[in-house]
């Protein structure tokens, strides 16, 4: 299965350009444009954030008309610019985002399960998986499945360290035991927004976790631009 991504769009309002310098939504639409002509074509698309500028309604309106014409399915993920409740807003009527929580979402209608990891931190340029949301993916990872499958985040990754607070936590993550695809070892863009391909024993690094001292540990994600 092909999976086409879709990164870092940083959509404005209409008319607007990004920093009054880049056109953003023309260099949206020559991507749908390249994605719509490739064959074979991808059976899905993968949108990782920061999907918007400033995470307000009228620019994810915006995104949404300029992502209309992909003859694809889209599967969203947000960014550190983009809002949760208005993204969810958006996208809802699609049938894959929650209603409530977290954007974390599992699609399991093709031959990998998409798994999608909502990192954000309102108001903060970093991310973080708390104690709940790796509760969340181990629940998704325990399932039984013949499939692999691949995981999306929106932020860059760190090598988890032998010994560091939370990582008993953290390596929930990266040590499940599922059907191993053909080929079952992780792989990372250079770009802060990052998948994972798990298999048999698939190693998924993470950022180090990190203890509060008022709080459960939990792994921080490093901040991007």
Not at 1 to 10: F, G, K, Q, S, Y
Not at 77 to 93: Q, S, T, V, W
Not at 109 to 122: S, V
Not at 124 to 138: K, M, N, Q, T
Request: glycine share 8%; proline share 9%; net charge neutral.
């Amino acid at each position: 299965m092909l999976i086409a991504r879709i990164t870092d769009t940083h959509i404005t309002k209409p008319g607007q350009l990004l920093m009054g310098i880049v056109d953003t939504a023309a260099a949206l639409e020559r991507a749908v444009s390249a994605l719509n002509d490739l064959i074979p074509a991808p059976g899905a698309a993968v949108l990782t954030g920061d999907l918007v500028e400033s995470g307000e309604p009228e620019e994810y309106a915006h995104l949404r008309a300029l992502l209309a014409p992909l003859q694809m399915p889209v599967f969203a993920i947000p960014g550190n610019h983009d809002a949760r409740e208005p993204m969810r807003e958006a996208f809802i009527g699609d049938g894959y985002i929650p209603a409530q929580g977290f954007l974390n979402y599992v699609i399991e209608d093709y031959p990998l399960r998409l798994i999608a990891l909502d990192t954000l931190i309102p108001g903060e340029g970093g991310g973080v998986l708390c104690s709940d949301r790796l509760h969340w993916i181990e629940a998704i990872l325990a399932r039984s499945s013949e499939f692999s499958a691949v995981i999306s985040i929106a932020r860059s990754t760190a090598a988890l360290p032998a010994q560091s607070p939370g990582r008993r936590q953290a390596r929930r993550i990266s040590s499940f035991s599922i059907s191993a695809p053909r080929r079952g070892s992780a792989w990372r863009s250079s770009h802060p927004a990052t998948s994972f391909t798990t298999g048999a024993r698939a190693s998924v690094s993470l950022p180090t976790p990190q203890r509060s001292e008022t709080g459960p540990a939990r792994i921080s994600i490093p901040k991007s631009p």
